[in-house]
């Protein structure tokens, strides 16, 4: 019988012995092959089905009533910031450093000035976005007094229609770009341009007033984490900073995966799967009693834990930055957005510059027009920061028409 089986797998062929071979529960090749199927069509479809910015989320099931939360918790942060602005004596609350009544030749320059760019929205006036921001830099500046100057600049064409921002007025500076003119501004070509230059404006306004070293550019939806100031000190001091253009503080969620054209991601990508291989060899090793191999082992491994950061989603491995400022990854400067933009001085005057440059259009935003400028002149250097530093919370665009039960993706 023994010398029968012998034979008989001595015709085989030796791809069907290979096969034979490898479909035995003790192989590598089974066993591998049957930790991929448990890990991605049971473990992490259960586990990240609820995750947003996971591949398994299930979005026909959870994302209407996953919008429909973040609206309602919008909404009540909204309400909650208007009675608190409309209940707030008018007087500077401690570390604002409003400087009402003085004249601007007796300011001296600050280090950080936050300037918060705001218009009246047609749509989403009930979700007070504006209102937000600024009760969110209060608790900020009450932890840290003196961290930061904040100009708001409202540059609505009848400035007094923007009521949020008049609401703040016995708190912050607000510059109106219109100076109280109800008359409607020069003709601009499209709305794209109108953001572009009011951009620019409020941006040379706050160099003006204030003389800062450092600029925060915040649109109006751009809600500060708890994080903002110590990450920009850690930020400030790191070598890279004096020569940049700029640094973006934030990067839409749904594209922060490794399965995106940004060479730094898939260095990022290999690192994230490379240690975590070598790990594991380490570990099985010990188990082992034998010494570690860099091998086929190794290989499958890298692949497998590159995998699964991906489909988990790699926005969730970001947030074990948060622990410390020190584990902020700073990359180059990708297109898309800018509600959260640091400049320095110098740098923010360039950037003036470069945007009075160019007409915005559908297609070409302001935040194209930079990302190009920077293309275009090799001597400059912008950068991008993860994890994001601010929560962007505009449900309903102040530029383009939105649906009117928006959603989170």
């Known amino acids: 019988m023994v010398k029968l089986r012998e034979r008989l797998q001595a015709r085989m062929p030796k791809w069907k012995a290979w096969l034979s071979r490898s479909l035995r529960p003790s192989s590598p090749v089974a ?47 909204g309400q909650e910031a208007l009675r608190h602005w409309q209940a707030a004596p008018a007087t500077p609350a401690p570390g604002f450093g409003q400087e009402v009544g003085r004249g601007e030749s007796e300011r001296e320059g600050v280090g950080l000035l936050v300037t918060v760019v705001t218009a009246r929205r047609e749509q989403g006036l009930q979700y007070h976005y504006l209102l937000q921001v600024a009760l969110q830099l209060q608790g900020l500046l009450e932890a840290c007094p003196g961290c930061a100057e904040v100009l708001v600049c409202n540059v609505e064409e009848v400035p007094r229609d923007h009521e949020d921002a008049e609401l703040l007025k016995k708190r912050f500076r607000v510059e109106e770009k219109h100076g109280g003119r109800e008359k409607p501004s020069p003709h601009v070509p499209n709305l794209f341009e109108k953001e572009k230059r009011d951009y620019v404006y409020c941006l040379k306004r706050g160099l003006e007033l204030y003389q800062p070293r450092d600029v925060l550019m915040l649109e109006d939806d751009a809600l500060p984490l708890d994080s ?12 890279f900073y004096r020569g940049a253009l700029y640094v973006k503080l934030y990067h839409p969620e749904r594209l922060q995966r490794y399965w995106n054209p940004e060479p730094c991601r898939i260095l990022e990508w290999l690192g994230a799967g490379g240690l975590g291989s070598s790990l594991l060899c380490l570990l099985l090793a ?14 499958f491994l890298t692949l497998y834990l590159m995998l699964v950061c991906e489909l988990a989603g790699r926005h969730y491995l970001l947030e074990l930055r948060r622990l410390s400022p020190q584990l902020l990854s700073v990359s180059p400067a990708t297109e898309c957005c800018t509600p959260a933009m640091l400049y320095p001085r110098a740098a923010a ?10 007409t915005c259009r559908k297609g070409h935003a302001k935040d194209t027009a930079l990302y190009r400028a920077v293309r275009a002149r090799p001597w400059e250097r912008a950068y991008s920061v993860e994890p994001n530093l601010v929560r962007h919370i505009g449900a309903f665009s102040s530029v383009r028409a939105s649906h009117p039960q928006p959603r989170i993706l």
């Open 349 to 358: 005057e360039r950037v003036a510059g470069y945007l009075s440059e160019v």
């Open 31 to 77: 066993q591998g092959a049957a930790l991929c199927l448990l890990t991605f069509c049971v473990v992490l479809p259960l586990a990240c089905h609820k995750l947003l910015y996971s591949y398994y989320y299930w979005r026909s099931l959870y994302l209407d009533s996953m919008s429909q939360a973040a609206l309602q918790e919008s909404w009540e942060r």
């Open 286 to 299: 010990r188990a082992r009693g034998v010494a570690p191999r860099l091998g086929l082992e190794f290989l």
């Open 228 to 239: 903002l100031f110590p990450a920009l000190r850690e930020l400030q001091s790191r070598q």
